[in-house]
């Protein structure tokens, strides 16, 4: 595993702490090894930095009970959604407590004719969606995994509609949240627009805990389309692909969805979901509208195609078809991993604008062969992000070695494109070295508001900065 750097321990503070928590919280704090362990970051190649205890609040008022005994005694916070984010964010590298959110998974209220809702942080992606099928309404950011929307408005999480209803910073109204000293905020209400005062809704999107806990988020909501059609297209090379995405997004053609998988990804999607995909890469689009705006979209993107050496362009609108194809995707992870069977994934992702993916993708194939790395590609090519998993022996030091540099030379590429280092993944622990290449002095006012609001550096030290 790759090391991650310890801080400071209070252990004191820590000893006293636990024990005031354990007389309020009772059997909802646990120290056991295994769970302790489970809530220190098991899905990266950081290694597990567990904290000290996991307490399991039920209401806003719990959280910020456990927020001022941690201030009194100067113990780290460390939020927990479901533990699927990527660069360490959860891990405790200067023990502490781990809040686990996941018991505060309320949806407290659905305004149908607003388009809004207003969930707890314990509410996942999937769950609010299956409540909300019945309204005629959804929520569209989907990242691969069924995580929290504390954890995903935490890390400003994206995913595959992201490029036309956006992020979690466009879909998010408000927040209400438990700042360092214990106090209690609502950063805006239900207005679709506010000039009051700072937007500090998006000062902790994004934060990943660092400046407080997300305990209430007010999300906007849209109408599910008339009409949904999926498409998939291959192509003679990913380069060609790419292309191809490009055009589409400077015709203006509103495409809900549209993903990138390389030669190595359709292949390993094959196998794991049972389809018979070319195995080229592929292209795979979802179009939202009215019947015959959905069937526009398709037909131009399908001129697009071609002129990229595009073939075997298949659409299709049924819900089955559509969900088969939007699975195996999301499946992608699991699928890659059976490339290398014993393998570790180890997942990054970098952002560019959209003019320079091409090369910034065949740039990547290119160095991880260099580099005689496996390294299938998938990525949210409407927007310039993509993901790259590589499969490393981690008790190979060659390979992990390898795996390092390949990292660091795609975030310094992607920042060298005026692009960004993390596209949705968030810094956490894994990505710090890359934020001052990125942002240069401006992390040093990120530093000034954390020091302002969490003077002692209690909340999720250790990350981003």
Known sequence: MVQAA??????????????????????????????????????????????????????????ANIVKVCAAHKVPVIPFGTGTSLEGHVNAPAGGISVDLSQMDKILAVNV?????????????????????????????????????????ATRASGTNAVRYGTMKDNVLSLEAVMPDGQVIRTGHRARKSS?????????????????????????????????????????????????????IQYGIPVARIELLDQMSVKAANAYSGLDLPETPLLLLEFHGSDSGAAEQAETFGQIAEEFG???????????????????????YWASLQLRPGAQG??????????????????????????????????????????????????????????????????DMAISMEGTCTGEHGIGQGKRPYLVKELGAATAYMAAIKSALDPDNIMNPGKIL
């Open 113 to 153: 004719g607003d388009l809004d809702c207003v969930v707890q942080p314990g509410v996942t992606r999937a769950d609010l969606n299956t409540h909300l099928r019945d309204q005629g309404l959804f929520f569209p950011i989907d990242p691969g995994a069924n995580a929290s929307l504390g954890g995903m408005a």
């Open 6 to 63: 310890a801080l400071q321990r209070n252990e004191s503070g820590i000893e006293t702490a636990v024990g005031v928590l354990k007389q309020r919280f009772g059997d909802r704090l646990q120290t056991g090894a295994a769970i302790r362990e489970q809530h220190g970051h098991t899905t990266t190649w950081i290694e597990n930095q567990s904290p000290d205890a996991v307490v399991f609040p039920h209401s806003t008022e719990e959280v």
């Open 196 to 248: 009051a005062g700072y937007d500090l809704t998006r000062l902790l999107i994004g934060a990943e805990g660092t400046l407080g806990i997300i305990t209430e988020i007010t999300l906007r909501l849209h109408g599910i389309p008339e009409a949904i059609s999926s498409a998939r297209c291959s192509f003679p090379t990913v380069d060609a692909a790419c292309q191809a995405v490009m055009l589409t």
């Open 346 to 411: 180890i997942s990054t992702d970098v952002c560019v604008p959209i003019s320079r993916l091409a090369d910034c993708v065949t740039a990547a194939q290119e160095k991880a062969a260099e580099l005689g790395l496996l390294a299938p590609i998938v990525g949210h090519v409407g927007d310039g992000n993509f993901h790259t998993l590589l499969l490393i022996d981690m008790d190979n030091p060659t390979e992990v070695a390898s795996a390092e540099d390949f990292v660091g030379w795609l975030n």
């Open 310 to 332: 595009g073939s075997d362009i298949t659409t299709t609108s049924t819900t089955e078809e559509r969900n088969k194809l939007w699975q195996a995707r999301h499946d992608m």
